[in-house]
């Protein structure tokens, strides 16, 4: 095949790429889950979503007796913009969302006020550190950090009745060949669509339901590499990683921590980075427990008051 011919043959190819990719950016709302912004409505307010179990709807509701906005990358906060400020990231579960108080009482609103940074709470209620892991490899990019608090705890020790590995689909990592909406619906449509029909409400979702028996929803080993992976993925982009393991009522009611509960907390203590220990806060505070917490996993005002004052 001569010159001519092949540059023939490579052009048409080029020209039927760029058409399918076009196709594909048309389409991709309706061939394939978002991968840059939250949407979709359904009963409730966590509709499912193949990489990330779940995600908010976005829009204003009241939520526990609060006004919660979720913006369009599926977080509670404004839309995300040009960095004007450093950022104040916290990742987490709804102890970390604010579940049950105003968005500028959160810890992370808090602190950030305070250092006169930009505050991002990346944070969904149920979300483990795997969900969070796929999130920041999915939306990251639109809130870097300059410092990344790392909280989440709670819904990674949960039971339910599933593990975490086997509900999520492996999300793109950013790189490469995902900034193509053509191999992102091909990557849903024939990798994993069937996936996407599954329920992924979690118990406390369901009227009536209680937690299962079961193991937890990520293991000690599987907790230890997600947030080293989520570390790693704030230092790259060059910003500075905090641990902050919460405390448990029994650290302030003076009964036994579950052996369970404090393994977690020793993970994030084991990984080297900077830790703000929840339970000294709570301790010295000299508060009772239910100035503290809400219902024994979410802080009080005050309790995210004293989280915000101790950071980073």
Known sequence: MNAGRVGLVLGALLIAL?????????????????FREARGAMEGHLPPHPYLGWEPVPGRRVEAGVDVRINSIGIRGP??????????????????YGFGVEERERFVDVAAARLGMEPWAVAVPGYSSLQTLHWLRLRGDRVVPDILVIANLWSDHSVESWVDHELLATPPDGRGLWWSALVRVLHYQLGVRRGARADRRIHWQRAGARPPDGPPRVSLSEYRDNLEAIAEWAEERGAAVVMLPFA??????????PDSFEAYREVQR????????????????GLPVDALWLDGIHPT????????????
Do not use: N
């Not at 760029?18 to 978002?34: C, D, I, K, Q, T």
């Open 301 to 312: 005002a005050e309790g995210h008051r004293l989280l915000g004052a101790a950071l980073p």
């Open 79 to 96: 839309e995300p913009g040009p960095r004007v400020r450093p950022r104040l990231v916290a990742t987490g579960d709804s102890s970390v």
């Open 270 to 285: 084991s990984l080297g980075r900077p830790v703000v220990e929840g339970r000294d806060v709570f301790r010295a505070s």
């Open 248 to 257: 448990h009522p029994c650290d302030v009611a003076g009964c036994r921590v």
């Open 18 to 34: 760029l058409a399918a990719e076009g196709v594909a950016r048309l389409g991709e709302e309706r061939w394939a889950p978002s």
